[in-house]
């Protein structure tokens, strides 16, 4: 009697959930932004969707998890790398929206697009008794000592394609910097958040590596820090956002993808402090045009994930 | 009547074996058969391998051990004092020293461990105010045991006191009567008598810390140790993820907490003769004197270190314009609770869905503990052997590890329905893990019911089952009652099984808190844990005034 009970009581809600006009979205990234698409494509469409919001680590795990049984339809992940990834796997859904046009060729592709995109920066807190920084090589000096902070490629989608970025751009002097880094006590205390906490404290002085838009929104709402992009270059990220094969609705999807990349969708992402994907969208803050950018080839990186990450746990982690 | 005891003790074994089962039959096969989860039954044993291949796993199983070693330790330094004073002496303001220690029960561990991180850490709330930091105390081993210490330090506070309440009053006055003098009596009679109570707390503690997440997720990445419980969340929750490394180590924490339990059982029941002697005791303190003042002096020393201190800095966080401003009454703002109070925010249906998930897990598991604890306390034959071990069961997972079980039972190609990606599996996650306190609290209530009480009811005609109803029940019900209201505040919080199972568009308190830390404003996620925390304590206390009213305590149980 109290197994049924409970079992009704959990099918009823399985009814509830499961209801034919919802799409189940997976993102990475700023959960205010989800929800805030989420309400303006309801309000549009009368579709409900359901968001699960995590790091990059989590959305993928969760995927990987329900791989015999998907929930998603629609996923962002914040690491490009990602859906090369998948879509080497078979598991997405060929789809080009045609709000798509104004998205430089570099950041779409016949199965995935890109929502928005962020670049890798360094952090600094303004009224920390370190001086300012101006390259990722600065934070290897005494100044520095235990004073800053980075978030895990492990779980930071960002971070990785920082750590493969600058791997591009100079060979192993990456990994000496990275080791440099960690003799310097660089602590990894997790995703973003984690990492720029300590910083508005000023526990930490700096955080190597943050995802800007972030900061860019903190340093709105009066938190005395400053998005600092080397010159010697940095790594964009551009978020790509996927349809999965496996989905039962897939023109709901398409519509929803079609929504995020419409005047109105663009609007909310700029709003986050992130770049727009759409060109013909005005950003809050600096544009790709403005930053010297690292060029990385994604497919071959997104092939060597594990093996970066094994490096950088040893090189810095577990040091 | 037969019959009625039987059908009830398949029920209740079928929903043991569903909730609790079923999940651990998944891990052990995961553990074994790497590639279980699809469908195969290949390469067994090789997952063992890791093991011996790479030497993090138990590095992670060395630290669980030490830190819960450490934790008892530290349980003992904070609780056993007062404890001690409390149960022996009357301490002023009893009542309301026992009420202070409750609240860190109410305090979320990972909140908890982050308001220690803002207060302690390099420009953290005690530099801001006395020019120093505890960074390197903080983000330690012994941090990391003194933040879970404060989460657990009142357990051993409450069975102490209540141990010595009852043989300090009875056996001790036997022990002066017969010529012994007040601290021959102590350290001859009232101690030894009371070691059996104080050891049963002291595992529980050990098995609470070697399954506690909140805190080492919160201070173990700063602290650069792992231990078991986070190296599994680890494990699922970064991509790729490695399930029989999972599987593997959550057997591991199981053996831990399965051995801890088992040795608190034997201990606990070896006791059971003296608390049954079921008649009232005239408790006779002593008075304090003189000491009454170092005394107080000590218990404001851990209520401020225990309850202030976590309890200020969540509050004052909450209504802090920026993080970066600091202590100061020009930073105060309290706009980051407008995001919660907007109609139809997110965070007001985490509240909700919370609400109601701990409210139906409170009164399924008092269901369903009420009916297991009445097996196998007064059950005949096989079904009470076999529910005797059933019973066990529940208290041998740790969160983690059940939802790593329900993770696989659920998702898995064997099962003919699915839960996952439901508010259900949530549902069922709670009841199995929280099951073991209704069924420990309805085991020791009943086994203090004389069986004599059944026969007599039984003698003036009425059956089993009518026995049962007004007989048995509602002597039950003040400590079912307590421990639904234990089930209720903890499920209301819980962090670990939400965060791996609940579905895309169900937010619960727990993840929406912990999601602010990881990717929003740390003030949002304590404006939510101060109410949260509001709301709970404020539900406890009416349910308790209630409860006072019908004349019973729902913490005396």
């Known amino acids: 009697m109290i197994r049924t009970t409970v079992f009704a009581a959990s099918l009823g809600l399985a009814g509830t959930l499961a209801h034919a006009d919802t799409l189940t979205f997976y993102t990475a990234g700023p959960g205010g932004l989800a929800d805030a698409l989420a309400e303006a494509f309801q309000a549009e469409t009368g579709i409900t969707v359901n968001v699960f919001q995590g790091t990059t680590g989590q959305v993928m795990a969760r995927l990987e998890a329900e791989e015999s049984n998907p929930q998603a339809d629609v996923v962002v992940s914040a690491s490009w790398g990602s859906a090369v990834d998948m879509h080497e796997r078979g598991l997405l859904m060929e789809y080009m929206s045609p709000n798509a046009q104004a998205?430089?060729?570099?950041?779409?592709?016949?199965?995935?697009?890109?929502?928005?995109?962020?670049?890798?920066?360094?952090?600094w807190n303004t009224q920390s008794d370190a001086p300012r920084p101006s390259e990722w090589s600065d934070l290897t000096d005494e100044a520095y000592r235990d004073l800053v902070t980075m978030p895990d490629p492990a779980q930071s989608g960002t971070a990785f394609d920082l750590v493969a970025g600058l791997e591009a751009a100079m060979g192993e002097e990456a990994w000496e910097l990275l080791a440099a880094l960690a003799d310097n006590d660089m602590i990894v205390p997790g995703p973003n958040a984690a990492a720029l906490n300590?910083?508005?404290?000023?526990?930490?002085?700096?955080?190597?590596?943050?995802?800007?838009?972030?900061?860019y929104g903190q340093a709105a709402s009066g938190e005395t820090i400053e998005v600092i992009v080397p010159e010697s270059g940095t790594v964009i990220a551009p978020r790509p956002m996927i349809i999965l094969g496996s989905t039962i609705q897939p023109e709901a999807a398409q519509q929803f993808v079609d929504f995020v990349l419409s005047d109105a969708g663009q609007e909310l992402v700029?709003?986050?402090?992130?770049m727009p994907a759409r060109a013909d969208i005005e950003g809050l803050r600096p544009g790709i045009d403005d930053l010297a950018v690292i060029e990385v080839d994604e497919d071959a990186v997104s092939a060597r994930r594990d093996e970066i990450i094994a490096r950088f746990n040893d090189t810095v982690i577990n040091r | 009547m037969l019959r009625a005891q039987s059908v009830l003790t398949s029920l209740a074994a079928a929903a043991l074996l569903v909730l609790v089962g079923l999940p651990v039959l998944f891990i052990l096969l995961q553990a074994v058969f790497p590639q279980f989860a699809r469908g195969s039954f290949d390469n067994a044993f090789a997952s063992l391998a890791i093991l011996t291949d790479n030497d993090r796993l138990l590095t992670q199983a060395r630290n669980t051990l030490g830190l819960a070693f450490s934790v008892m330790l530290g349980c003992l330094i904070f609780g056993l004092p007062i404890g001690v004073l409390r149960g022996l002496f009357k301490v002023p303001g009893a009542r309301v020293w026992d009420v202070v220690f409750l609240i860190p029960f109410l305090i979320p561990p990972f909140i908890a461990a982050i308001a220690w991180m803002m207060t302690l850490q390099p420009r953290g709330y005690l530099f801001q105010l006395a020019g120093f930091d505890l960074g390197h105390f903080l983000f330690s081993f012994t941090g990391v045991a003194f933040v879970m210490t404060l989460n657990l330090f009142p357990l051993v506070y409450f069975a102490v006191s209540r141990a010595l309440e009852m043989v300090g009053g009875r056996f001790a006055s036997a022990a002066r009567v017969h010529g012994a003098r007040p601290l021959q009596a102590f350290f001859l009679i009232t101690l030894p008598l009371s070691i059996p109570a104080i050891a049963a707390s002291l595992l529980i503690v050990f098995a609470m810390s070697i399954e506690e997440f909140g805190t080492p997720a919160a201070l173990a990445s700063r602290t650069g140790f792992e231990v078991l419980v986070t190296g599994i969340y680890t494990r699922l929750s970064d991509w790729p993820i490695d399930l029989s490394g999972a599987a593997l180590g959550s057997v591991i924490l199981m053996a831990m907490v399965l051995a801890a339990y088992i040795l608190q059982n034997w201990i606990a029941t070896r006791r059971s003769y003296i608390s049954q002697t079921g008649k009232p005791s005239d408790l006779d303190k002593a008075d304090l004197g003189p000491w009454r003042w170092p005394v107080l002096g000590l218990f404001t020393l851990v209520a401020l270190i225990g309850v202030v201190i976590p309890l200020a800095a969540i509050g004052v966080t909450s209504v802090m314009g920026t993080i970066s401003g600091g202590l100061n009454w020009a930073n105060f703002d309290t706009r980051h609770y407008e995001p919660i109070f907007r109609a139809g925010s997110n965070a007001g249906k985490a509240l909700l869905t919370s609400g109601w998930l701990a409210f139906m897990t409170a009164f399924a598991t008092a269901i369903i503990g009420g009916v297991v604890a009445y097996i196998v306390v007064r059950g005949t034959g096989r079904g009470r052997v076999v529910m005797d071990g059933l019973s066990v069961l529940p208290n041998a997972i740790p969160a983690i590890?059940?939802?790593?079980?329900?993770?696989?039972?659920w998702n898995s190609p064997y099962m003919p329905v699915s839960l996952y990606g439901t508010a259900g599996i949530l549902l069922?996650?709670?009841?199995?893990?929280?099951?073991?306190?209704?069924?420990?609290?309805?085991?020791?209530?009943?086994?203090?019911?004389?069986g004599s009480l059944d026969d007599a009811a039984r003698v003036a005609g009425a059956d089993q089952m009518?026995?049962?109803?007004?007989?048995?029940?509602?002597?039950?019900?003040?400590?079912?009652i307590a421990a639904m209201m234990l089930v209720f505040a903890i499920a209301s919080r819980e962090l670990v099984a939400s965060i791996m199972l609940a579905p895309a568009g169900l937010r619960t308190v727990g993840t929406f808190v912990f999601a602010q830390f990881e990717q929003g404003s740390v003030q949002t996620g304590m404006a939510m844990s101060v109410i949260a925390i509001t709301i709970t304590s404020g539900i406890l206390l009416a349910v308790n005034l209630w409860l006072s009213r019908q004349g019973s305590s729902a913490f005396s149980g």
Do not use: C, E, N
Request: proline fraction near 7%.
């Open chain 1, 103 to 123: 998205v430089p060729d570099d950041l779409k592709h016949s199965h995935y697009t890109a929502q928005g995109i962020s670049a890798l920066a360094l952090v």
């Open chain 1, 198 to 215: 300590p910083v508005l404290q000023g526990a930490k002085a700096v955080v190597f590596g943050a995802v800007d838009y972030i900061s």
């Open chain 1, 270 to 274: 700029a709003a986050t402090w992130m």
């Open chain 2, 401 to 409: 590890v059940l939802a790593v079980g329900i993770i696989l039972v």
């Open chain 2, 428 to 450: 069922i996650a709670y009841i199995g893990i929280l099951l073991p306190y209704p069924i420990r609290y309805a085991v020791a209530r009943l086994r203090q019911i004389s």
């Open chain 2, 466 to 480: 009518q026995a049962l109803r007004h007989i048995i029940l509602p002597l039950m019900a003040p400590s079912l």
